[in-house]
């Protein structure tokens, strides 16, 4: 992947900016639908408007109601956005899951026609809305509507939101260590979020987090870890391999393997990558290889691919697949899940 710019990124901050600005300044629009794949996005920016759309007047519990999709009906969304505010300047209704909500586009009527001291958030969680019917189309497209699609970030977009994440509570992070955090969590920003708060408790400000205390703090174990069993791999190091695969076959430790197999995944794709993009001429030397991939360490990363050519990974992503799968319940056919790590290291290492 190549790096870019961060438009995700950049749009995300400039909406939070504007929002700020437009209830400070109370110029609002009477809907707001907040959707998409990052939960994250969408609950920072309801919590804007939970904590200052009202303030922290006596009156706030009478003029800010929360409704559930799979609870309400439309006639409760419009009784109560048609009702008036109590001793303040605005009223807001917020109509949580609305994913699960069945007559979102009912609604249209009162949107056509929205009461003008209410503001209505609408927070469409996990996906977009499918605009298959007029009516959501008539909705999404309403001049009274403001609406957010809240995606996905790229890998850079979050490894670099993590080192601005730590970097508000006064603490560092090197590059390695958030790669590493990325790499253990993914891309589910929630998740990171409430890893960095845990991690910032326990550190002081103006400390350094190194890829041991990421390690230790999601696996409590700075020896054992994917980075290590990576390591160990990269080395075609048999008897490590096995001593870590070993450790997260403990029953204390097995609800560990996703995590494992999600670093491990991440990891292979990267060599496919690596090879794919070296068949192209575009990678002709070790420098050119970070234009296209986040790696933890460079010099470890170049041994692996000289053991893991793209046929081999290609077999070993469909075994993490399968394990993964069979991790979950899948096809299991009587093998327990300390014979499925068994397993998995065998044949990643034959």
């Not at 009223?91 to 249209?108: C, G, H, N, P, T």
């Not at 996906?127 to 995606?151: D, G, Q, Y």
């Not at 197999?261 to 001429?281: D, P, Q, V, Y």
Request: net charge neutral.
């Amino acid at each position: 992947m190549r790096r870019t710019e961060m438009p995700k990124m950049e749009l995300f901050k400039e909406r939070i900016k504007k929002l700020k600005s437009d209830i400070a300044q109370k110029q609002l629009k009477p809907v707001y639908i907040l959707m998409g794949e990052e939960s994250y996005f969408i609950d920072v920016l309801l919590k804007e408007f939970e904590e200052n759309l009202i303030g922290e007047d006596e009156f706030k519990e009478f003029n800010q109601t929360v409704l559930y999709g799979k609870e309400a009906t439309v006639e409760d969304v419009i009784s109560i956005t048609r009702s008036y505010p109590m001793m303040a300047d605005r009223r807001l209704v917020i109509l949580k899951e609305a994913q699960q909500f069945k007559d979102l586009d009912m609604l249209e009527t009162y949107i056509t026609k929205p009461v003008s001291t209410t503001v209505l958030v609408i927070c469409h969680m996990h996906k977009m809305i499918e605009a298959k019917k007029t009516k959501i189309k008539n909705i999404l497209a309403s001049k009274n509507v403001e609406v957010f699609r809240a995606e996905r970030l790229e890998e850079n977009d979050i490894i670099d939101w993590i080192k601005i994440h730590f970097s508000r509570k006064k603490i560092r992070i090197d590059s390695k260590a958030a790669i590493v955090l990325y790499e253990l969590i993914g891309n589910d920003m929630m998740r990171l979020y409430s890893e960095i708060e845990k991690m910032s408790i326990s550190l002081e400000p103006g400390s350094e987090v190194k890829v041991e205390e990421i390690s230790g703090s999601v696996f409590n174990s700075k020896e054992y870890g994917p980075f290590e069993l990576q390591t160990a791999l990269a080395n075609n190091n048999h008897e490590r391999a096995y001593k870590i695969m070993q450790y997260f076959s403990q029953p204390r430790n097995i609800d560990m393997l996703p995590v494992i197999i999600a670093g491990l995944f991440s990891f292979f794709c990267k060599i496919m990558t690596f090879h794919t993009e070296a068949s192209r001429n575009n990678i002709k030397q070790e420098s050119d290889i970070r234009k296209f991939l986040n790696v933890y360490d460079l010099k470890e990363f170049v041994k692996a691919t000289r053991i893991y050519d793209f046929g081999r990974c290609k077999k070993i992503i469909h075994l993490l697949h399968q394990t993964d799968m069979k991790f979950k319940g899948v096809d299991m056919a009587g093998t327990d899940k300390t014979g499925l790590v068994k397993e998995l290291v065998y044949h990643l290492l034959h």
